[in-house]
């Protein structure tokens, strides 16, 4: 078990995290990481919710981190550079409302590039999923897709049964088209315990009111299409 501290305050820019002071003067966030499991644990300032990130390569710590602070010099978020991916590991929020604006922002964001990729398929959609999850730690919203050939193929591997056109299951998982999970359980996790689930609910109802805005309009749909929300267990 490393514990790798990060100061709150600093000077305003992004730094690597070996060009951090290492005296570590006033209060830091205290990275606990676990090479055996490759899991790294935290309590998020402010609120104290403990945020746990999964699958952290041990060849990148803690050299990939990188501290980044606001023009007031308090730490904004942190990062660990995975290849071409950059990884959310911590972001600030200084009360509620900020950590509202700063999700349902994220999954805007995320609904208009879903939608520009559906669109540019130029598929007839039968059915269009969001599929949704949260159970306080783990978190999924992603939407998939189904044709007017793949709902027929459904319905008649169930000997003509409608309704099983209508189950998301029953469709490609390389139909699926995914919200970086990670960083929405991130956000998520350094904010209010009790206000979570909430502010999941609303960003998924954010989501799903972007997708049909950008998308319904613009794709070829059969006669009989269906938009459908669905949480799973």
């Known amino acids: 078990m490393g514990v790798f501290k990060i100061p709150l305050k600093f000077n305003a820019g992004g730094y690597k995290f070996g060009e951090l002071p290492d005296n570590e003067p006033g209060e830091c966030l205290e990275l606990e990481y676990d090479n055996e499991y490759q899991l790294i644990t935290y309590n998020a300032p402010l609120y104290e919710s403990e945020v746990r990130v999964y699958t952290v390569p041990r060849e990148l710590m803690p050299g990939g981190l990188t501290a980044v602070y606001d023009d007031g010099g308090t730490l904004d978020r942190v990062e660990l550079a995975d290849g071409e991916r950059t990884r959310l590991f911590y972001i600030w929020f200084k009360n509620i409302s900020k950590s509202e604006r700063g ?131």
Do not use: W
């Open 103 to 233: 999700v349902l922002k994220y999954v805007k964001e995320q609904a208009e590039r879903v939608a520009k990729e559906i669109i540019a398929k130029k598929q007839t959609l039968a059915r269009l999923f969001i599929e949704k999850f949260y159970d306080g730690e783990a978190v999924d919203i992603a939407v998939k897709t189904a044709t007017a050939e793949e709902a027929r193929a459904v319905i008649d591997h169930y000997n003509g049964e409608l309704r099983t056109a209508d189950n998301s299951g029953n469709y490609p998982v390389a139909n699926r088209l995914e919200l970086d999970r990670e960083t929405l359980g991130v956000m998520l996790m350094c904010t209010l315990g009790h206000f979570r689930s909430m502010l999941f609910n609303k960003a998924a109802e954010a989501f799903e009111e972007r997708l049909k805005k950008r998308v319904l309009d613009k794709i070829k749909k059969t006669e009989d299409f269906k938009f459908i929300c669905e949480e799973y267990d």
